[in-house]
């Protein structure tokens, strides 16, 4: 069964720094483009960051430009966001998701997997 799970989210206050993780099963990872996508409350689902297959290219929204950073672990079948200088608009469920593809990185409709999400909130 594939299958995407992520972790790592939670309360961090602004200015601060969180990890998040999505561990695949099932498939190998590195055979495919992996995407973080985010949704806040009452907001589409917006594209964070991307990770192409095998070594590709990286893309990131202009909101998380420098602040953000995508990887992977291929030894742990893991891709991972870094999510440094925290901002309160920051807060929403982030998916991971992933398609043989490629697809359009910013286009979620067009990966075939997701995970169940993970909650970040920055607040005070």
């Known amino acids: 069964q594939l299958q995407l799970v992520e972790s790592g989210g939670g309360l961090v206050q602004p200015g601060g720094s969180l990890r998040i993780s999505c561990a695949a099963s099932?498939?190998?990872?590195?055979?495919?483009?992996v995407a973080w996508f985010r949704q806040a409350p009452g907001k589409e689902r917006e594209a964070v960051s991307c990770?192409?297959?095998?070594?590709?290219?990286?893309n990131y929204a202009d909101s998380v430009k420098g602040r953000f950073t995508i990887s992977r672990d291929n030894a742990k079948n893991t891709v991972y966001l870094q999510m440094n200088s925290l901002k309160p608009e920051d807060t929403a469920v982030y998916y991971c998701?992933?398609?043989?593809?490629?697809?359009?990185?910013?286009?979620?409709?067009?990966?075939?997997?997701w995970g169940q999400g993970t909650l970040v909130i920055v607040s005070l």
């Open positions: 998701n992933a398609d043989l593809g490629p697809p359009s990185w910013d286009s979620a409709v067009e990966y075939d997997y």
């Open positions: 099932g498939f190998t990872l590195d055979h495919y483009t």
């Open positions: 990770s192409g297959s095998s070594g590709g290219s990286t």
